[in-house]
Nanobody, 128 residues
Framework: QLQASGGGLVQAGDSLRLSCLAS????????MGWFRQAPEKDREFVAA????????YYKDSVKGRFTISRDNAKKTVYLQMDSLKPDDTAVYYC???????????????????????WGQGTLVTVSS
């Protein structure tokens, strides 16, 4: 089970940090991802991180602004979002793939069909 938190209403240029707390004993074996869904749009990949945190992958439009990280001891994955833009407004979801291939790579990690567990989503609204 995954529980996302940290969303809110901010202005353009501000920062937010999302957190996703996992339950169970398999967190350290899971590829973790963040996805988002803007109003009237399909859900899209944002970022992913490998089991150990040694590999990270990002959607092009968030590279250099967003940072994904994880703390396996706390069973938590984070998404630090800086320089937020109105286009970042969306519901953000964390997801887990406990059966990921090794190494997962960017193409695999960005495909939401590989993730079997999803959090409830947290709303991020960026005003201009």
């Amino acid at each position: 089970q995954l529980q996302a938190s940290g969303g809110g209403l901010v202005q353009a240029g501000d920062s937010l940090r999302l957190s996703c707390l996992a339950s169970g004993s398999s967190f350290s074996r899971a590829l973790m991802g963040w996805f988002r869904q803007a109003p009237e749009k399909d859900r899209e990949f944002v970022a992913a991180i490998s089991r150990t945190g040694g590999s990270t992958y990002y959607k092009d439009s968030v590279k250099g602004r967003f940072t994904i990280s994880r703390d396996n001891a706390k069973k938590t994955v984070y998404l630090q979002m800086d320089s937020l833009k109105p286009d970042d407004t969306a519901v953000y979801y964390c997801a887990a793939d406990r059966n990921a291939i090794l190494p997962a790579g960017p193409n695999y990690s960005s495909n939401e069909e590989h993730y079997e567990s999803w959090g409830q989503g947290t709303l991020v609204t960026v005003s201009s």
